[in-house]
């Protein structure tokens, strides 16, 4: 007895010749989607969180990926030293860092 995959693999493509032209375009049709609705985007967003995380200084007013609100106090390489409320100081990655807290504030009004 055959199965239905086996029917369907023996079964001949419509339009004969330009089967393979087809599915070779196809192919490239959703790569390209892909490309610009999932890759594109998150590769210009990881460029932008680079450029803000470099422009990082002393005053700023921060909030980590932790939601831990703070003052940057020192700037380091990659580790920056905030102030939160108490007067007490930690020590982060920057990449730690998700936003400014006044862009966040400004967003909300």
């Not at 940057?72 to 020590?91: H, M, P, Y």
């Not at 860092?97 to 862009?103: D, G, R």
Request: charged share 30%; no cysteine.
């Amino acid at each position: 007895m055959y199965n239905i995959t086996s029917i369907l693999l023996m079964a001949s493509p419509e339009g004969g010749e330009g089967g393979g032209l087809q599915t070779i375009l196809m192919f490239g049709l959703i790569f390209l989607v892909f490309y610009f609705f999932m890759i594109r985007p998150q590769v210009k967003k990881q460029k932008e969180q680079k450029k803000f995380r470099e422009s990082l200084e002393k005053g700023s007013k921060i909030v980590t990926i932790g939601g831990i609100h703070g003052k940057i106090a020192e700037v380091k390489d990659d580790i920056v030293i905030i102030e939160i409320e108490g007067g007490n100081r930690l020590k982060i990655e920057k990449a730690a860092i998700a936003k400014e807290f006044a862009a966040e504030e400004l967003e909300k009004k």
